[in-house]
């Protein structure tokens, strides 16, 4: 029975999406619910399943197509099995596959792309097929210049492989993914439409280090496997300033100014396929277990690629942690419509004068980068200054003081 592959429902505000990657190839043999092919959008990457056991039949979209709403993708064949390719006589099923069925569509596009001569390249799918990933690994190895223009030489006379010349200066061009191009959209119109502006200050992380040191065995083991991290306790700063002051809070809608009244605070997660911002919704009644829960599923998620549209959606305000990659100073980019980000860096043991003694503190820069179309001076400093007082006597997180 044939069964048509559709991509997925887009949400409204997705128009279309492009085919990122098939992991399955016609003729391969596709068991119920198994990953055949992921569909990266401006926002995120969807995948589709197999609908049944079975084969997929023919390919409608290759790699790097745009396709719209449920566009059929391909033609899949249910119950097939994968040696079930063509009605041939078993004869001619036994000899050696013909170069258009050794080659799938990926590796096709990949090949004619770089204007490779397939023979050159060895490969490792069944039956000695050409996979995209042997072209990749082909490519890394110096392969793209190898080929040219000139018929395909016959089986009988082998050419030898040309080697790069030794220091020649290689160029790969890749074209930008669409998540990556959205990305790099929105960042460079958050720097044109607002009046963005940084603050900074710097905060002493001894207390919660020391907070953490003390409980986090304990606190692993109440709150099953559990790990207690720095972030749970920005976030819960965050909240906290985000309360006392509603401007930082708050959006800009034209000319209108939007002020939430709850507080759904984005953590910046970098992927292989681009930063990604999933949102912790109403921080205010998560308890520091529930944030740290909630962080490293969408850390895990962000890696396998199985963020959602609904876990990107919104957000009050955000929190980058550039320390993780070793940053001691940056400058966040706003995440329009909000007015506010907060970026977290490096902890490095600095000398600090402590009631006139120089004293060893671990210590962090923190910057706050702001719309000052909508949040003044003042208010950014004394948000600033809050979270830092907060993380500096952690006790008040609990006493809400």
Known sequence: MSIEIKAP??????????????????????????????????????????????????????????????????????????????????????????????IGPAARKLIDENNLDASQIPGTGKNGGITKEDVQNYLNKGGASTATAAPKPAASAPVAAVNVPAGERVEKRVPMTRLRATIAKRLVEAQQNAAMLTTYNEVNMKPVMDLRRQYKDLFEKTHNGTRLGFMSFFVKAATEALKRFPAVNASIDGNDMVYHGYQDVGVAVSTDRGLMVPVLRDTDSMSLADIEATIADFGKRG?????????????????????????????????????????????????????????????????????????DGKEAVQFLVTIKDLLEDPARLILDV
């Open 9 to 102: 429902t887009f949400p409204e505000s997705v128009a279309d999406g492009t085919v990122a990657t098939w992991h399955k190839q016609p003729g391969e043999a596709c068991a119920t619910d198994e990953l055949i092919v992921d569909i990266e959008t401006d926002k995120v990457v969807l995948e589709v399943v197999a609908p049944a056991d079975g084969v997929i039949k023919e390919v409608i979209k290759a790699e790097g197509d745009t396709v719209l709403s449920e566009e059929v993708l391909a033609i899949f064949e249910a119950g097939a099995a994968a040696t079930a390719e063509s009605s041939a006589p078993q004869a001619s099923a036994d000899t050696t596959a013909t170069d258009a069925e050794k």
């Open 303 to 375: 890696r396998d690629g199985k963020l959602g549209m609904d876990d990107m959606q919104g957000g009050t305000f955000t929190i980058t942690n550039g320390g993780v990659f070793g940053s001691l100073m940056s400058t966040p980019i706003l995440n329009p419509p909000q007015t506010a980000i907060l970026g977290m860096h490096k902890i490095q043991e600095r000398p600090m004068a402590v009631n006139g003694q120089v004293v060893i503190l671990p210590m962090m820069y923190l910057a706050l980068s702001y719309d000052h179309r909508m949040i």
